[in-house]
DNA sequence: ATAAACATACAGGCGGCATGCATGCAAGAA
DNA sequence: TTCTTGCATGCATGCCGCCTGTATGTTTAT
C-alpha cells in the first residue's frame, strides 16, 4: 500500500505560518492576557492576515490550545529530562519537582498554563494537558516513599492532585517575586512529609 | 455637623436593582462563563436595561468583582464562624479547613473565585479577596502548631500560600464528584504533615 | 428644582464565515 | 519529456451580527 496517498503540497509554507502565528500569539496573550488580545493584532505581529488564521484554526480557543499544548509540551519535556537522569524513585521526583518550578519561570508559563489556560479551555481540558504528564513522576515517587516507608493506606491520588496544586501556586508565587529557596524548600516539606504515616 | 448632607434619594430602590443585577450576573456567570455572558443577557435576568448596569458599575469586570466579592465574604463568614467556636489553634485549624471546603460546594463558588476569578481579575486581586481571609485562620494554626511541635524554622508563610492553593484544588476536585472524605483526609495529611520537624 | 435613577440611541471594534483568487502538485496527452 | 488540464491547498478580502462602553434623553423622588 502507498502512504502518503497526498503528500500536502506547500507543506513548509504552511507550518511557518503556522509557527508564526502561534508565535506572534504567545507574545501577545503572555502581555495582554487571552481576552485582552484581539486576532488582528495577532494576525499583523505575525505578518499574515486573519483569512490565514482561520484557515489553520477552527476559532481563537484553538490558537490558544495550540499555544498552551506547546508550553506544556516544553514543560513535560523538561521533567522527563531531569527525572529520567535520576533512576531511584525518590531521587527522580525530587528532580522532577525542581525541573518543573524552573521550567515554568520561563516568563508567560504561569500565566498561560495556570492563569488564562483553565478560564479559556475549562479546568478539565488543562489538567489532562499539564498535569497528567507533569503529575506522573510525582505519583510514582510518591508510591515508591509510601511503599519504603510502609504507610500503605495513604490518599496518593488526592495526594498527588493536592500537591500538584501546590506546584502550581509555587510556580506563581516565584514569578510574582517570592524566594525560590523559600518556595522549594517549603514543597520538599510538603512532599516528604505527604508520605509519613 | 449635619452628616448625609446628600440623603441619597430612593436608596432602597437602589440597592434593589443593583442586588438583581448581582443576583442575574451571579446566575449567568456560573452557568456560561464571564466570558460567555453578555450585559443585553444580563440585564434582561434582572428585568432592567443595560443604562442602570452602567449607572451602578463601571463596566462589565467591576459587576463581576462585586459577585466575586460578595462569593468571597460569604466564604470567610462560614470559615470565620466555624473556627470562632473551638478555641484551641489546632482545633480551630481543622474546623476552618473543613468549613472552607464545605462552604466552597455551594454551586458556582469554585467557578467564581478559582477558574475565572483569576483570569478576569488577575491572581494578585483575587488573592485579595478570598485567601487573605481565608489563610488567616490557616496561618494561625499553623504557626501555633509549629511552636508547640518545637519546628521554628519553617517557611511558614510559603507553606500557608502552598497549602491554600491545595485547598482550592481540593474544592475544585469534590466539585468535579471527588470523594470528599479522600481529599479532606489528604488535606488533613498535608496539614498536620507540614508541621513536622 | 435639582439630582439621582434609569432608558435609549449611537459608535467603534471584534469574532467568525463565505467568497474569491493564486499557487503548487499530480497525472494524462502529445 | 514536456505541456496542459484538473484540482486541492493556502491565503486575502469583505461582510454580518454581536458586544462593550458612552453620550444623551427621560422619569422619579426629595
Redesign the pocket.
Known sequence: MQE???????????????AALVAAARALFVEKGY?G???????AAA??????????F??????FRAVANQEAIAVADAIETAAAADSPAGDAMLAGSVAYLEAMTVPGRTRLLLTDGPAVLGAAEVSDLDDANAARTLREGLEAAAAESGASDLPIQALVVLLSAAFDRAAIAIEAGGNPAEFKAAMQQLIRAATIA
Do not use: M
Not at 502518503?4 to 503556522?18: C, G, I, K, Q, Y
Not at 505578518?47 to 489553520?56: F, I
Open positions: 502518503r496517498l497526498r503528500p500536502r503540497p506547500n507543506r513548509e509554507r504552511s507550518d511557518a505560518t503556522r481576552a488580545t484581539s486576532t488582528p493584532e495577532i494576525v505578518g499574515v492576515t486573519r483569512g490565514a488564521l482561520y484557515h489553520h477552527e476559532d481563537k480557543r484553538a490558537l
